[in-house]
Each structure stands twice: as C-alpha cells, then as structure tokens.
Nanobody, 115 residues
Framework: QVQLVESGGGLVQAGGSLRLSCAAAGRIFNDAAMGWSRQGPGKPRQMVAH???????NYADSMKGRFTISRDNAKNMVYLQLNSLKPEDTAIYYCYCNYRGYYYWGQGTQVTVSS
C-alpha cells in the first residue's frame, strides 16, 4: 500500500510560482514511477508531469518549460515546481504513484491563479 499526501497549494497571482510537495508512505517508492495530474473546474483530469524510477521525466505540452518535476528517494518525496502560472492552471493537483501498473492517488491540493 502507498499513501500520498500533497501540500503546497494556494492562491497566487498570474506569473507567480508555487512548489507542490507529495509525501509518500510505502516501501515501493524507489521502484515506482511518480507524477502529477490536475483537474480544473469543469474539465477532465489531465496529466501534468511524470518521473520514472530512473528519473526520466515527461510533461504535458502546455507545461513544458514552466513546470518541473523532481523526486527525492531518500525522503520519499516528489515535487512539482510551478512557474509562470496562468489563470488556466487553476485546478486541483493530484500526486500519483504508479507501481507495476497500479495507480495510487493522493487527495489533491488546490492551486488557484488569479488574473
């Protein structure tokens, strides 16, 4: 079992930055891929960023160059640095863990970007 707890969301003005954190409890962390997805109001959930167990990363096209995902295996933490935020980035951001094809999800953290 894996438990994920996100933090770091909040209200920020357009152009600002936030750093989201995801704390993972579970022994599989080092062997699991991790990532973030988001769901804005009235929108479907979309992938934001993904990082493999070997630190390979990929991003949704609209986030490339603005968002950065990273992980700290020693601390069982995953981070998402959000820069140059736009109002359309307003969403609940969810951390996930993908281990052997099974997904575990956190409860989400709200990011609100004001114009």
């Amino acid at each position: 079992q894996v438990q994920l707890v996100e933090s770091g969301g909040g209200l920020v003005q357009a152009g600002g930055s936030l750093r989201l954190s995801c704390a993972a409890a579970g022994r599989i962390f080092n062997d699991a891929a991790m990532g973030w997805s988001r769901q804005g109001p009235g929108k479907p959930r979309q992938m934001v960023a993904h990082i493999s167990s070997s630190d390979n990363t990929n991003y949704a096209d609209s986030m490339k160059g603005r968002f950065t995902i990273s992980r700290d295996n020693a601390k069982n933490m995953v981070y998402l640095q959000l820069n140059s935020l736009k109002p359309e980035d307003t969403a609940i951001y969810y951390c996930y863990c993908n281990y052997r094809g099974y997904y575990y999800w956190g409860q989400g953290t709200q990011v609100t970007v004001s114009s």
